[in-house]
């Protein structure tokens, strides 16, 4: 299952049909808070997050899923990142980090190499 975290309903619906497109199986959330209190933690094989949302940042979100002992593969995407984000990000184990507006191949290769499926 890939999750999306987007707080943008138009770039959120684009996610989820170039994913359902690409033959994955998506769900979607308006909030970082969302996606913790939906209990799909466990179901999750790719988290793809925006960096800047209202309340929890995508940040807060990897920090608060590696402290709780919950490793998924996290995608950032952003329309404002800056290389101390990328970094921290990167440091905290995260896939890609991709600046909006990006290829849709690049994220798709990132959710296939997150999922293990990089053929």
């Known amino acids: 299952m890939v999750v999306v975290?987007?707080?943008?309903?138009s770039y959120r619906l684009a996610l989820?049909?170039?994913?359902?497109?690409?033959?994955?199986?998506?769900?979607?959330?308006?909030?970082?808070?969302?996606f913790l209190n939906s209990g799909w933690q466990d179901?999750?094989?790719?988290?793809?997050?925006?960096?800047?949302?209202?309340?929890?940042?995508?940040?807060?979100?990897?920090?608060?899923?590696?402290?709780?002992?919950?490793?998924?593969?996290?995608i950032f995407i952003t329309a404002h990142g800056d290389e101390k984000m990328r970094l921290q990000a990167m440091?905290?184990?995260?896939v890609k980090f991709l600046a909006k507006p990006f290829d849709g191949a690049t994220l798709l290769e990132g959710v296939r190499a997150a999922l293990g499926n990089d053929d």
């Open 91 to 94: 440091r905290g184990g995260a």
């Open 43 to 74: 179901e999750t094989g790719c988290l793809i997050a925006d960096i800047r949302m209202p309340g929890m940042s995508g940040l807060d979100l990897q920090a608060k899923l590696n402290a709780d002992r919950c490793p998924i593969p996290m």
């Open 16 to 34: 989820q049909r170039l994913l359902k497109s690409a033959g994955f199986s998506v769900q979607s959330f308006v909030s970082a808070e969302a």
């Open 5 to 9: 975290v987007e707080d943008d309903e």
